[in-house]
């Protein structure tokens, strides 16, 4: 699978701080994407709240290969992805809620790959 680019600048401030905390946490319990995903939100909190700088007005979407994660780990972030995805398109934060969705059917993707189906 190639690598994909995530615009985590266009997560809203309620979804990004949720997205955070559940990433961080998981991530702490051996899932290496949720630990990298959880970095990535924590760098955008941070800018947001003033305590990091960024250099230039825009800042570059974030590379993932999903291709580098397990199916275990794949799994339990789509779990994650889709839940929040949920979440917020319900209570009208759609933008975020696209984006979760995007990174779930990621994950999707990169297991069904490994396990070889949808392939010719």
Same mark, same amino acid.
């Given at each position: 699978?190639?690598?994909? *680019?995530? $615009?985590?600048?266009?997560?809203?401030?309620?979804?990004?701080?949720?997205?955070?905390?559940?990433?961080?946490?998981?991530?702490?319990?051996? $899932?290496?994407?949720?630990?990298?995903?959880?970095?990535?939100?924590?760098?955008?909190?941070?800018?947001?709240?003033?305590?990091?700088?960024?250099?230039?007005? $825009?800042?570059?979407?974030?590379?993932?290969?999903?291709?580098? *994660?397990?199916?275990?780990?794949?799994? &339990?972030?789509?779990?994650?992805?889709?839940?929040?995805?949920?979440?917020?398109?319900?209570?009208?934060?759609?933008?975020?809620?696209?984006?979760?969705?995007?990174?779930?059917?990621?994950?999707? &993707?990169?297991?069904? &790959?490994? &396990?070889?189906?949808?392939?010719?």
């Amino acid at each position: 699978m190639k690598t994909t *680019f995530l $615009n985590i600048a266009l997560l809203q401030d309620q979804p990004l701080r949720f997205a955070y905390g559940i990433s961080v946490s998981h991530g702490k319990d051996g $899932n290496s994407l949720l630990a990298k995903l959880g970095a990535v939100f924590e760098q955008e909190y941070l800018i947001r709240q003033g305590k990091l700088a960024i250099i230039g007005k $825009n800042r570059e979407p974030i590379p993932l290969d999903f291709s580098d *994660f397990s199916i275990e780990e794949l799994s &339990a972030a789509r779990g994650v992805f889709w839940a929040l995805s949920r979440t917020f398109k319900t209570v009208g934060h759609k933008p975020s809620g696209r984006l979760f969705s995007k990174i779930a059917m990621l994950c999707h &993707a990169s297991m069904q &790959a490994q &396990a070889g189906i949808g392939l010719a």
